[in-house]
């Protein structure tokens, strides 16, 4: 069974940056679609961004051109850099396999938080 844990947030300004850390353990993370989601209080779960096991990247309309969704197979590992960052942003961001059917078990998720 894979199991996922979220690293990397925090507190952080208007226009600040951070970057989120995914590991995974398990053979499978090699051949599954990866991606990053966010809930934010009193809100539904919603999709940020994926990244296709071959590289292929989506992200929702309103973090293009501020968030960077990458992969790294050999440390079994998942990557969103934050740039610009926005207080609608402040969420707490989870990985997962992109699957509406079968996600894996969710991690504890990592808080981000965009507050002056």
């Known amino acids: 069974q894979v199991h996922l844990v979220e690293s990397g947030g925090g507190l952080v300004h208007p226009g600040g940056s951070l970057t989120l850390s995914c590991q995974a353990s398990?053979?499978?993370?090699?051949?599954?679609?990866m991606a990053w989601y966010r809930q934010a209080p009193g809100k539904q779960r919603e999709l940020v961004s994926t990244i296709s096991s071959h590289g292929y990247t989506y992200y929702r309309d309103s973090v293009k051109g501020r968030l960077t969704i990458s992969r790294d197979n050999f440390k079994n590992t998942v990557y969103l850099q934050m740039n610009s960052l926005k207080p609608d942003d402040t969420a707490v961001y989870f990985c997962?396999?992109?699957?509406?059917?079968?996600?894996?078990?969710w991690g504890q998720g990592t808080q981000v938080t965009v507050s002056s």
């Open positions: 997962n396999r992109h699957s509406a059917t079968s996600p894996w078990p």
């Open positions: 398990g053979s499978d993370f090699f051949t599954a679609d």
